[in-house]
């Protein structure tokens, strides 16, 4: 008899750079219509990086969400068309643990 063997998923935390709240509302909605994340949480700081070998100030906003490995491709995809960024900023984390509620409520999101 054959075992069929459960296909889990991947689960990120993704974290997406924007250039200013403007830009960060596009982004997110743009990923929202298209159900490859589960929302996003904005947070807005003072950011210093390099930049064309130059010491670059700004304020900056980071998208927090969550998405699974079957909707990667498709967020980074998506970031690129959407962003003004010539380098957009993306980071895709595989969480140590993350408790069964919120996987169910990403799978739930996102079908």
Aim: net charge negative.
């Amino acid at each position: 008899m054959e075992q069929q063997q459960q296909i889990m998923s991947l689960y990120y935390e993704v974290k997406i750079s924007a250039e200013n709240q403007d830009q960060a509302d596009k982004i997110l909605n743009s990923l929202l219509e298209k159900k490859l994340v589960t929302g996003g949480q904005f947070i807005s700081a003072p950011a210093r990086f390099l930049w064309k070998g130059k010491v670059q100030d700004m304020d900056y906003v980071t998208i927090t969400s969550y998405t699974t490995d079957r909707h990667k491709n498709a967020v980074m995809d998506d970031v690129r068309k959407t962003t003004s960024e010539e380098v957009p900023m993306m980071t895709f984390i595989l969480p140590d643990d993350m408790n069964q509620e919120l996987r169910n409520w990403i799978d739930e999101a996102l079908a």
